[in-house]
Protein backbone atom coordinates (compact mmCIF):
# COMPACT_ATOMS: atom_id res chain seq x y z
CA UNK A 1 0.00 0.00 0.00
CA UNK A 2 1.39 3.33 -0.81
CA UNK A 3 1.72 5.54 1.84
CA UNK A 4 1.82 9.42 2.38
CA UNK A 5 3.47 10.72 0.19
CA UNK A 6 4.81 14.43 0.01
CA UNK A 7 6.46 16.72 -2.32
CA UNK A 8 9.13 18.53 -2.58
CA UNK A 9 11.35 16.26 -0.52
CA UNK A 10 13.32 19.15 -0.72
CA UNK A 11 13.26 23.03 -1.21
CA UNK A 12 15.22 25.61 -1.03
CA UNK A 13 14.30 29.64 -1.87
CA UNK A 14 15.00 32.84 -1.22
CA UNK A 15 13.57 35.00 1.39
CA UNK A 16 10.34 36.64 0.39
CA UNK A 17 9.66 33.77 -1.59
CA UNK A 18 6.19 31.60 -1.60
CA UNK A 19 6.27 28.02 -0.51
CA UNK A 20 3.88 25.31 -1.20
CA UNK A 21 4.20 22.06 0.30
CA UNK A 22 2.41 19.51 -0.82
CA UNK A 23 0.93 16.11 1.08
CA UNK A 24 -1.37 12.37 -0.32
CA UNK A 25 -2.75 10.76 2.62
CA UNK A 26 -3.16 7.09 2.62
CA UNK A 27 -6.44 6.38 0.48
CA UNK A 28 -9.52 6.05 2.96
CA UNK A 29 -7.89 8.11 5.90
CA UNK A 30 -9.99 10.73 6.92
CA UNK A 31 -7.89 12.17 9.34
CA UNK A 32 -4.87 15.23 7.76
CA UNK A 33 -2.48 16.84 9.80
CA UNK A 34 0.30 19.19 9.17
CA UNK A 35 3.67 19.40 11.37
CA UNK A 36 6.73 21.22 11.98
CA UNK A 37 9.67 19.62 12.87
CA UNK A 38 13.46 22.03 14.47
CA UNK A 39 16.11 20.77 16.67
CA UNK A 40 14.96 23.68 19.09
CA UNK A 41 11.04 23.29 19.14
CA UNK A 42 10.86 19.61 18.54
CA UNK A 43 7.93 18.02 16.60
CA UNK A 44 5.14 20.71 16.42
CA UNK A 45 1.15 20.43 15.39
CA UNK A 46 0.20 22.98 12.72
CA UNK A 47 -2.92 21.95 11.85
CA UNK A 48 -5.33 19.23 11.64
CA UNK A 49 -8.58 17.91 9.20
CA UNK A 50 -10.91 15.95 9.72
CA UNK A 51 -13.03 15.33 6.78
CA UNK A 52 -11.31 17.39 4.41
CA UNK A 53 -12.32 20.55 7.01
CA UNK A 54 -9.41 22.21 9.32
CA UNK A 55 -10.80 21.16 13.20
CA UNK A 56 -7.53 22.67 14.58
CA UNK A 57 -5.37 25.37 13.34
CA UNK A 58 -3.99 26.96 16.91
CA UNK A 59 -0.72 25.69 16.27
CA UNK A 60 -0.21 27.46 12.75
CA UNK A 61 2.69 30.01 13.50
CA UNK A 62 1.11 33.45 12.10
CA UNK A 63 -1.01 34.62 9.19
CA UNK A 64 2.23 33.97 6.51
CA UNK A 65 1.51 30.13 7.13
CA UNK A 66 -1.88 28.92 5.47
CA UNK A 67 -3.34 25.39 4.98
CA UNK A 68 -6.32 24.21 2.39
CA UNK A 69 -7.39 20.68 2.11
CA UNK A 70 -9.43 20.30 -1.57
CA UNK A 71 -10.13 17.07 -1.32
CA UNK A 72 -9.85 13.73 0.22
CA UNK A 73 -6.58 12.80 -1.32
CA UNK A 74 -4.71 16.34 -1.52
CA UNK A 75 -3.63 18.42 0.82
CA UNK A 76 -1.50 21.65 0.58
CA UNK A 77 1.00 23.95 2.86
CA UNK A 78 1.96 27.57 2.33
CA UNK A 79 4.21 30.23 3.38
CA UNK A 80 4.11 33.29 1.92
CA UNK A 81 5.86 35.10 2.55
CA UNK A 82 8.87 33.13 3.87
CA UNK A 83 11.63 33.75 6.02
CA UNK A 84 14.51 32.13 7.40
CA UNK A 85 13.17 31.08 10.56
CA UNK A 86 10.66 28.90 8.44
CA UNK A 87 13.40 26.74 7.99
CA UNK A 88 13.08 23.05 9.56
CA UNK A 89 11.20 19.70 8.14
CA UNK A 90 7.35 19.52 7.67
CA UNK A 91 5.43 16.40 7.91
CA UNK A 92 2.35 15.14 7.00
CA UNK A 93 0.72 12.46 8.52
CA UNK A 94 -3.12 11.01 8.23
CA UNK A 95 -5.25 8.42 10.12
CA UNK A 96 -8.50 6.56 9.57
CA UNK A 97 -11.36 7.53 12.30
CA UNK A 98 -11.42 5.09 15.18
CA UNK A 99 -11.65 5.22 18.80
CA UNK A 100 -8.63 7.81 18.91
CA UNK A 101 -6.66 4.82 18.71
CA UNK A 102 -5.91 4.52 15.37
CA UNK A 103 -1.65 5.52 14.71
CA UNK A 104 -0.84 8.31 12.63
CA UNK A 105 1.06 7.31 9.58
CA UNK A 106 3.67 9.98 8.76
CA UNK A 107 5.51 10.95 5.00
CA UNK A 108 9.30 11.62 4.56
CA UNK A 109 8.47 15.31 5.20
CA UNK A 110 9.91 17.86 2.95
CA UNK A 111 13.09 19.39 4.25
CA UNK A 112 12.46 23.17 3.56
CA UNK A 113 15.72 25.85 3.87
CA UNK A 114 14.57 29.64 3.20
CA UNK A 115 18.00 31.58 2.23
CA UNK B 1 -3.12 20.23 29.27
CA UNK B 2 -1.82 16.98 28.31
CA UNK B 3 1.92 16.75 28.28
CA UNK B 4 5.20 14.08 27.30
CA UNK B 5 8.16 14.30 28.80
CA UNK B 6 11.42 11.55 27.65
CA UNK B 7 14.15 11.38 30.09
CA UNK B 8 17.48 11.96 28.46
CA UNK B 9 17.84 13.67 24.83
CA UNK B 10 20.03 11.46 24.13
CA UNK B 11 20.60 7.14 25.28
CA UNK B 12 24.35 5.41 24.41
CA UNK B 13 24.16 1.60 24.91
CA UNK B 14 26.67 -1.03 23.48
CA UNK B 15 25.20 -3.50 20.89
CA UNK B 16 23.85 -6.61 22.82
CA UNK B 17 23.02 -4.45 26.21
CA UNK B 18 19.82 -3.70 27.41
CA UNK B 19 17.78 -0.61 26.23
CA UNK B 20 15.56 1.46 28.25
CA UNK B 21 14.31 4.61 27.18
CA UNK B 22 11.82 6.93 29.29
CA UNK B 23 8.20 8.56 29.33
CA UNK B 24 6.34 10.03 31.29
CA UNK B 25 2.56 11.59 30.21
CA UNK B 26 0.65 14.13 32.08
CA UNK B 27 -2.81 13.35 31.85
CA UNK B 28 -5.99 13.02 34.11
CA UNK B 29 -7.36 10.39 32.10
CA UNK B 30 -4.91 7.82 30.57
CA UNK B 31 -4.41 8.37 26.93
CA UNK B 32 -3.61 6.35 24.08
CA UNK B 33 0.10 6.10 23.95
CA UNK B 34 2.46 5.21 21.21
CA UNK B 35 6.21 5.18 20.37
CA UNK B 36 7.60 6.31 16.95
CA UNK B 37 10.93 5.71 15.50
CA UNK B 38 12.51 7.99 13.19
CA UNK B 39 15.53 7.48 10.83
CA UNK B 40 17.78 9.89 9.64
CA UNK B 41 15.71 11.60 6.61
CA UNK B 42 12.92 9.68 7.18
CA UNK B 43 9.23 10.01 8.77
CA UNK B 44 8.31 8.60 11.96
CA UNK B 45 7.49 4.78 11.57
CA UNK B 46 4.93 3.30 14.43
CA UNK B 47 7.14 1.38 16.77
CA UNK B 48 4.00 0.01 18.70
CA UNK B 49 0.88 1.38 20.74
CA UNK B 50 -1.49 0.90 23.91
CA UNK B 51 -5.05 1.44 23.90
CA UNK B 52 -6.81 -0.30 26.36
CA UNK B 53 -6.14 -4.17 27.75
CA UNK B 54 -2.72 -6.17 28.62
CA UNK B 55 -0.68 -3.30 29.76
CA UNK B 56 3.02 -4.37 28.35
CA UNK B 57 2.84 -4.38 24.49
CA UNK B 58 4.81 -5.58 22.03
CA UNK B 59 6.33 -3.52 18.73
CA UNK B 60 8.29 -4.11 15.93
CA UNK B 61 12.51 -5.07 15.60
CA UNK B 62 11.85 -6.55 19.28
CA UNK B 63 10.06 -4.00 21.38
CA UNK B 64 8.24 -3.43 23.78
CA UNK B 65 6.54 -1.15 26.00
CA UNK B 66 4.60 -1.27 29.54
CA UNK B 67 1.99 0.74 30.54
CA UNK B 68 2.28 1.40 34.55
CA UNK B 69 -1.01 3.80 35.44
CA UNK B 70 0.63 4.39 38.96
CA UNK B 71 3.65 5.59 37.52
CA UNK B 72 1.82 7.79 34.49
CA UNK B 73 5.18 6.02 32.35
CA UNK B 74 5.08 4.03 28.96
CA UNK B 75 8.93 3.37 29.20
CA UNK B 76 10.41 1.48 25.66
CA UNK B 77 12.52 -1.61 26.29
CA UNK B 78 14.47 -3.92 24.05
CA UNK B 79 16.43 -7.06 25.82
CA UNK B 80 19.47 -6.84 23.23
CA UNK B 81 20.49 -3.44 21.53
CA UNK B 82 21.24 -3.73 17.17
CA UNK B 83 23.25 -1.59 15.43
CA UNK B 84 20.60 -1.02 13.39
CA UNK B 85 18.07 0.42 15.81
CA UNK B 86 20.42 3.50 16.15
CA UNK B 87 17.85 6.64 15.46
CA UNK B 88 15.79 8.39 17.79
CA UNK B 89 12.63 7.88 19.64
CA UNK B 90 9.20 9.53 20.29
CA UNK B 91 6.55 8.57 22.71
CA UNK B 92 2.76 9.99 21.84
CA UNK B 93 0.11 10.61 23.87
CA UNK B 94 -3.56 11.50 23.06
CA UNK B 95 -6.89 10.39 23.60
CA UNK B 96 -8.71 12.12 20.76
CA UNK B 97 -6.88 11.95 17.27
CA UNK B 98 -4.83 14.53 18.37
CA UNK B 99 -1.55 13.51 19.75
CA UNK B 100 1.35 15.26 21.78
CA UNK B 101 4.69 14.25 20.87
CA UNK B 102 8.06 14.21 23.55
CA UNK B 103 11.09 15.47 22.79
CA UNK B 104 12.47 12.67 21.12
CA UNK B 105 15.43 10.32 21.94
CA UNK B 106 18.57 10.01 20.37
CA UNK B 107 19.63 6.15 21.10
CA UNK B 108 23.25 5.41 19.94
CA UNK B 109 24.47 2.07 19.89
CA UNK B 110 28.17 1.28 20.26
CA UNK B 111 29.75 -1.45 18.96
Known amino acids: DAGVIQSPRHEVTEMGQEVTLRCKPI?????LFWYRQTMMRGLELLIYFNNNVPIDDSGMPEDRFSAKMPNASFSTLKIQPSEPRDSAVYFC?????????????FGDGTRLSIL | AQSVTQLGSHVSVSEGALVLLRCNYS??????LFWYVQYPNQGLQLLLKYTTGATLVKGINGFEAEFKKSETSFHLTKPSAHMSDAAEYFCAAGRAQKLVFGQGTRLTINP
Open chain 2, 27 to 32: SSVPPY
Open chain 1, 93 to 105: ASSSTGSGNQPQH
Open chain 1, 27 to 31: SGHDY
